[in-house]
């Protein structure tokens, strides 16, 4: 029944397999024909590609896949497979094969890989818009904004496949029953069905999913302006009974985890090692110059589960007894020569990569505030605490969205807890290194709230 929907689509999968085990072991037969047993090989490759492959869900694309989450699949998919080529050559044949070989294997390996998947990608993107194929013929049930939305959506952009064949209308003069419904999706072969979860009564809604179920029809909900049901959900089971959990954290799983966390250690090494190493007495003589005091400025800040920890910087105030208290403001008198340079280009907040190692911080996270502006955002913002779900970091989704800096008004924190909301729920490195080289073009661009 697969094979039906779109006509062939069934058969993509399945072939975007091939076409990547073809690349990996023709590529391997080039590279290594004369130092590796072929049948080991595609049969230790092969193997470790498919199963790690489903639960990376590599495959896992769809029409309406954003190009950013391939992205993050293939940086993903990337580290498996380095991680697979190399435990073959280690346990197999560790003394004679060059490690550059199979670097430079690897990387041509998954060069090729990218361009087929997004070949693919775009060219039935393109294949449906000039013929009309691969498409899905839908119907929305239900009339109201979001689903006028969703018609205006699928109208827009043919390039997704979708066919709108009628928007039923539950209410109003011209309404019909959600039996007329069912009775055109059947009569019209229609294979997937929207409906808005706000224009349906219990009765009807039990009606329509009991009729999904029972004639292999693809049923998905729009969310009314209840706002439970915009959140990302994530299902499980207890046993045989569901259960909803408001939202889905994808660093909470251990292979995200261990990737952020790797990701942090050799960012944080580099820069401690190849920036901070030559970087910190240079500073430190102008910070010095500048005004009497330390170095480094240590403050309390709330991180991971709300524990509190020292985050470092690299002073940039005079010394003063309102520095854990009060914001910094533009213009403010407190700041010295040297340190307006180093908070206009963020070099003020490099010490952090200590945090980042000892595991305090992240790299990229919602930036952590002093704790008596904790305290005070905890009791006055809706959610806010969200925020610690996870790891702060030094650099954020709200800044370089353009919510850094001073909290002018209330707008600007509630905007910031919706950007970091919005980053937990959707992590991928792919997002973490677009942060980073986003917060590098902004501090060599000049950020006007940084001062």
Known sequence: MIFKSGRYSGYLRP????????IIHLWALYF?????EIINYIAFVTLGWVILSLKSS???????THVAKIMSLLGKQFIIFFLIVFAYFGIFSAESTSAISVIYYVLLVFGCITAVKFAIYFLLKKYRVLTGGNHRKVVIIGLNKKTDQLRKFFSDNPEYGYQLDKTFNLKGPQKVSIEECIDYIT????????????????????????????????????PDNKEIYSKKLDFSYYGVLPILSLRKIPIDEPFNQFIKRGFDIILSIFIIVGVLSWLTP??????????????????????????????YKFRSMKPNPMAHLHQIKKGDKRVTWI??????????????????????????GPRPHMVSHTHMYAGRIDKFMVRHFIKPGITGLAQVSGYRGEVENENDIINRVKYDIFYLENWSLFLDIKIVFQTVYNAIKGDKKAY
Do not use: H, W
């Not at 072939?15 to 073809?22: H, K, P, S």
């Open 32 to 36: 290594f024909t004369e130092t590796y």
């Open 58 to 64: 590599f495959y896992e694309i769809y029409r309406f």
């Open 15 to 22: 072939i975007t397999y091939v076409i990547d085990l073809l």
């Open 282 to 311: 240079i500073l430190a003589i102008f910070i010095k110059l500048g005004s009497k005091g330390p170095v480094f400025f240590k403050q309390k800040r709330n991180g991971l589960d709300y524990e509190e920890f020292f985050c």
């Open 187 to 222: 009569d019209n072969n229609v294979e997937e069905i929207y409906s808005s979860v706000a224009e349906l009564n219990n009765k009807e809604l039990i009606q329509l999913i009991d009729y999904v179920d029972n004639n292999l029809k693809t049923l998905k909900f729009l």
């Open 339 to 364: 340190g307006r340079i180093l908070r206009k280009t963020s070099i003020d907040e490099m010490p952090q990569f200590i945090n980042v190692l000892k595991g305090e911080m992240s790299v990229v």
